[in-house]
């Protein structure tokens, strides 16, 4: 059963477009994130969300928006979809002090 | 500001033992993460230090040393599975993780 999972697994689309990845945790977590790895490696904190404070990564630009539906899921929308925004996008969940992240399997998404 | 430094590439060798390094600067800390992540995969937690000293579990062993901003993650009797990259993230004031780009590592037969 999975802890963390992300749907869908690849999404390919067109600039312009918006879209959205979806997040979902079975782990009864309090705080949720979204990552963003580059063609780098390099992993990205965009937002992090538990149902009393949203941080945001002021370098996020506001295209990109996350919305929680319940404590259970935090989805990524992104608007206007650039070119630039193609990477893989990481959903992750922690509880509390229990700072250990565990992450989604990822959302590879490419924008053509 | 902050900073998070490992190699790029390491290579090693079946049944080796290899040790990969990471310095950083965060604004405040509370302890260091290392994950590993395989290609395509998402990271999969390996060890977390707070205090001074070495963690052992298994085949893989953690130091910190927060004097020193330095940790090392260390690896024994490598397996061909073990090739991955492993990312080294510290913990800042706010809780946040702060990742390095990882360190990719090549095992060879």
């Known amino acids: 059963d999975t802890a963390v999972s992300q749907t869908p697994k690849y999404l390919v689309t067109q600039m312009g477009n918006d879209k959205s990845i979806k997040c979902e945790q079975n782990?009864?977590?309090?705080?949720m994130y979204w990552y963003k790895q580059d063609s780098k490696k390099f992993l990205k904190i965009m937002f992090s969300?538990?149902?009393?404070?949203?941080?945001i990564n002021e370098t996020v630009p506001n295209r990109f928006s996350p919305k929680s539906p319940d404590k259970a899921h935090l989805n990524l929308h992104i608007n206007s979809l650039e070119l630039g925004d193609s990477a893989v996008y990481f959903c992750?969940?922690?509880?509390?002090?229990?700072?250990?992240?565990?992450f989604g399997q990822g959302t590879r998404l490419t924008v053509v | 500001g902050q900073n998070i430094d490992q190699p790029t590439e390491m290579t090693a060798t079946e049944g080796a033992i290899v040790q990969i390094n990471c310095t950083y600067q965060?604004?405040?800390?509370?302890?260091l993460f290392w994950y590993q992540q395989h290609a395509g995969e998402a990271p999969t937690f390996l060890s977390y230090?707070?205090l001074d000293g070495l963690e052992e579990k298994g085949r893989f062993s953690s130091f910190l040393s927060r004097s020193k901003g330095y940790s090392y993650l260390l690896l024994k009797e490598l397996q061909m599975k073990d090739s991955a990259s492993y990312l080294c993230?510290?913990?800042?004031?706010?809780?946040?993780?702060?990742w390095g780009a990882g360190t990719k590592l090549i095992i060879k037969p």
């Open positions: 782990l009864g977590h309090d705080t």
């Open positions: 230090n707070v």
């Open positions: 992750a969940s922690s509880q509390g002090d229990l700072i250990w992240a565990f």
């Open positions: 993230a510290p913990l800042d004031s706010n809780y946040q993780l702060i």
């Open positions: 965060t604004s405040g800390f509370n302890g």
């Open positions: 969300y538990n149902n009393k404070e949203l941080i």
